[in-house]
């Protein structure tokens, strides 16, 4: 029962070398990969900064596992992270899989409701991107669009006759 508030300075201080080396490591790792790796982007960015923070931890925390295991798999999961994102923007088909698309949550003062039940969007958080966008209706606004990336974009209504539409979300 002692063991539960200290166990001594060995494993203090393993913790603080490792996580002293393992930090700036994945810093260089994160930099070198570029901005995409932790970017905001999609459900995959999500996971892979969610598993890049699991090993982090595992790596300070876990015993049996060595700085240079963790390194190695910073490095690879980066790696790969940097493959799909390679592929995704120049195939559409990996873009496809990895990624899901904008969807229309209301256009040109109605509100599409099978797209938000389908999202499990509701009319409250409609209104809110609204108000936070500045417009009081639906009718002052082209379109609502739930982005790949789970946020909700607000389209201002364009008066002009000739303006094309939306094509690419109807």
């Known amino acids: 029962m ?5 166990t001594g300075w060995k494993p203090l201080l393993r913790i603080f070398i490792i996580t002293v080396v393992a930090y700036p490591a994945i810093i260089v790792l994160l930099r070198v990969s570029g901005k995409r ?3 905001k982007m999609n459900a995959f960015d999500f996971i892979v900064t969610v598993a ?6 595992s790596v300070i925390l876990t015993k049996s596992i060595s700085i240079a295991e963790g390194i190695l798999a910073f490095s690879l999961l980066i790696l790969l ?26 256009y040109r003062g109605n509100l599409i409701k099978a797209n938000m ?7 409250d958080e409609i209104w809110g991107v609204l108000r936070k966008s500045g417009n009081a209706t639906l009718e002052d606004i082209d379109a609502v669009v739930l982005e790949t990336d ?6 201002k209504r364009i008066d002009d006759p000739t303006a094309p539409p939306i094509k690419k979300l109807l």
């Open 2 to 6: 002692e063991d539960i508030f200290y």
């Open 37 to 39: 790796t932790l970017s």
């Open 52 to 57: 890049l923070g699991s090993i982090f931890a």
């Open 81 to 106: 992270q940097y493959g799909i994102t390679f592929l995704s923007s120049r195939s559409q088909s990996v873009s496809d899989l990895v990624k899901s698309a904008p969807v229309l949550m209301a």
């Open 117 to 123: 039940l389908k999202e499990r969007i509701d009319e």
């Open 150 to 155: 789970g946020s909700l974009s607000v389209i």
